[in-house]
T-cell receptor
Framework: KQEVTQIPAALSVPEGENLVLNCSFT??????LQWFRQDPGKGLTSLLL???SQREQTSGRLNASLDKSSGRSTLYIAASQPGDSATYLC?????????WGAGTKLIIKP | ETGVTQSPTHLIKTRGQQVTLRCSSQSGHNTVSWYQQALGQGPQFIFQYYREEENGRGNFPPRFSGLQFPNYSSELNVNALELDDSALYLC??????????????FGQGTRLTVV
């Protein structure tokens, strides 16, 4: 049974810092790994999708990596801004469903 | 290209009542999945519909049921509401063929409160 864990549960850093969010999964037989952003009380915004055959994806200041052998994915945020404050969730695509971590709540202090 | 839209955005129901939530999938998408997200937790998979047929189901009781229509819009029905059903319900659509490496696009969700 696939399980997804995100560490840390919460993170508070000053504006401008580079930071890394971690996601681990127990079953390496995934089709892809997606990172999402969720603002308080809102739905989910897709940030990056890494297919199982890929090692990383980049979009602007965001870079996500995938290591299936170790069951890990990381989301790197460069030059953080207060607008990056949100909860970040990763989800492993296991056949027809997404299996989710509980998220990392990120606060960027001005 | 229209995105995924859900209605209503907020809903308050009494324990024991029934509720229907609606989702319009993104243009060109024929797969719809529903998730339940309790406060402070990650979403949990309820079920998926592909071409009007249920294509997979998570660990939810039968009182959670769904439909997909010919235009690929979908409904989530919950009978005999319980207090623990209070959550954000999210709908996601995916492109045709349910190719394995496709991105899921989410609506803004319906916040259901059961009192």
């Amino acid at each position: 049974k696939q399980e997804v864990t995100q560490i840390p549960a919460a993170l508070s850093v000053p504006e401008g810092e580079n930071l890394v969010l971690n996601c681990s999964f127990t079953d390496s037989a995934i089709y892809n790994l997606q990172w999402f952003r969720q603002d308080p009380g809102k739905g989910l915004t897709s940030l990056l999708l890494i297919q199982s055959s890929q090692r990383e994806q980049t979009s602007g200041r965001l870079n996500a990596s995938l290591d299936k052998s170790s069951g890990r994915s990381t989301l790197y945020i460069a030059a953080s801004q207060p607008g990056d404050s949100a909860t970040y969730l990763c989800a492993a695509d296991s056949n027809y469903q997404l299996i989710w971590g509980a998220g990392t709540k990120l606060i960027i202090k001005p | 290209e229209t995105g995924v839209t859900q209605s209503p955005t907020h809903l308050i129901k009494t324990r024991g009542q029934q509720v229907t939530l609606r989702c319009s999938s993104q243009s060109g998408h024929n797969t719809v999945s529903w998730y339940q997200q309790a406060l402070g937790q990650g979403p949990q998979f309820i079920f998926q519909y592909y071409r009007e047929e249920e294509n997979g189901r998570g660990n939810f009781p039968p009182r959670f049921s769904g439909l997909q229509f010919p235009n690929y819009s979908s409904e989530l029905n919950v009978n005999a509401l319980e207090l623990d059903d209070s959550a954000l319900y999210l709908c996601a659509s995916s492109p045709p063929g349910r190719a394995k490496n496709t991105e899921a696009f989410f609506g803004q969700g319906t916040r259901l409160t059961v009192v």
